[in-house]
């Protein structure tokens, strides 16, 4: 009695089994279909892996196709390297757009490979644009400056864009020996790499050496000095590099040859001496008055020297007008 409303509902449930199964395929027409050609070589440029970048679509829902494109894949690799993306990993991507596998034909290469565009700084050119600026910027001049060696320890590897760089030399400190120099790469306005390069810089300048021995008190002459070239490193700060500074001046003490001639080694020669006999003139507008006086100690040009008045007997102060007259206020 039992047995036909069995079979019945046995065939009932069979039946909704096959529609479940079938409608999904017969509710999507091939217009709906979209499919998505994964490429196996990519090359990205950003810093994220969109699929619109590593597939191509085949179909009429431009509305999907447009969604698919936009569909976050992974982080690109760093600039100039490579990485692989997983089948699983890109499908799981797409379901987490809200995107239903149904809707799609993914057809997976064998392997996806994605590589980071980049622009590749050379060593030499590096070496280049440091060498440019220093020479610009030394204060002694290029032609004075000699720079022996730029160290660089590798290529700059920086992502895809619009490069530009800045140099910066250490502050408060001449360019010269071996200096760290900093280079700043920045693409599309934002920095994005900071190397460090050193520069051996040997400045030459011209200084005046002695040519052959000067005694104390000597009038030094154009055949006692000359000019050669030294590594500024080497040069006192208060070196000497005008000859019109040395000649007709007087050592201060015995030089040696091949000494670098240094304000302290030399002296104005004194335009008058203990014992001088000088006239002091003393003006006040149309008043002037003059008398004989001893001049009681060395004097330089433009100096003040101690005078005595043979008039009066009186020792004044005085400044040296030339070797025979001495200047005092009135």
Known sequence: MLLYPVCFFVNLLILFQLLFIIMPCTCLSSEDVV???????????????????????????????????????GRSPIPGRSRQLDNRQITAKIRQAGIKLIHLKVVFPPRVEVTRKCTRISKDRIREIVRTFILKKVPWGSDNTRIRKITVKSDVILPAGYITYKVLLPENRYPAGKVPVQVQYSVDGKLTKIIWVTADITVMMKVIVSNRPIRRAHFITEDDVGIKEKNLRSIPVNVITDLKDVIGKRAKRKIAPMVIMTKDLIERPPLVKRGDMVRIVAESGCLRVTALGEVMGRGFEGGKVCVMNLDSRKKIFARVVNANTVRVNF
């Open 35 to 73: 499919t998505v050609l994964l490429h196996s070589k990519n090359t990205v440029k950003g810093n994220e892996i969109k699929l619109g970048e590593i597939a191509a679509f085949k179909g009429d829902n431009h509305e999907l196709i447009h969604r698919l494109e936009g569909v976050y894949v």
